[in-house]
Nanobody, 124 residues
Framework: QIQLVEAGGGLVQAGGSLRLSCAAS????????MGWFRQAPGKEREFVVASDWSGHKTNYADSVKGRFIISRDNAKNLVYLQMNTLKPEDTAVYYCAAVESALVIIGRGDYKYWGQGTQVTVSS
């Protein structure tokens, strides 16, 4: 079993940047595919980006492609989401998620472990 804790959310102006982190405990991230999802008020939780266990293969939602970057440091059990050129529509609670797999997993329902989320608010 693995536990996930996100950090790094906050309030930022449009065009700014934030870096979210997801700290894992309980087991090495070497065994896990990781994903970031987000949920805006009144909307369903949506896929943002996913990484295979190594971080070498990734998949981004079209809405964040070219602006967001996922990275991971398995030795430190950390996953990051660098968010650049933020837009008001990026405002949401951001969640990291994990599932035991070597592949890139993009389906929300395929993830087994979730963090509690961190709020990101982008002002116009």
């Amino acid at each position: 079993q693995i536990q996930l804790v996100e950090a790094g959310g906050g309030l930022v102006q449009a065009g700014g940047s934030l870096r979210l982190s997801c700290a894992a405990s309980g087991r090495s991230l070497n065994y896990y595919a990781m994903g970031w999802f987000r949920q805006a008020p009144g909307k369903e939780r949506e896929f943002v980006v996913a990484s295979d266990w190594s971080g070498h293969k990734t998949n981004y939602a079209d809405s964040v492609k070219g602006r967001f970057i996922i990275s991971r440091d398995n030795a430190k059990n950390l996953v990051y989401l660098q968010m650049n050129t933020l837009k008001p529509e990026d405002t949401a609670v951001y969640y990291c998620a994990a599932v035991e797999s070597a592949l890139v997993i993009i389906g929300r329902g395929d993830y087994k472990y979730w963090g509690q989320g961190t709020q990101v608010t982008v002002s116009s």
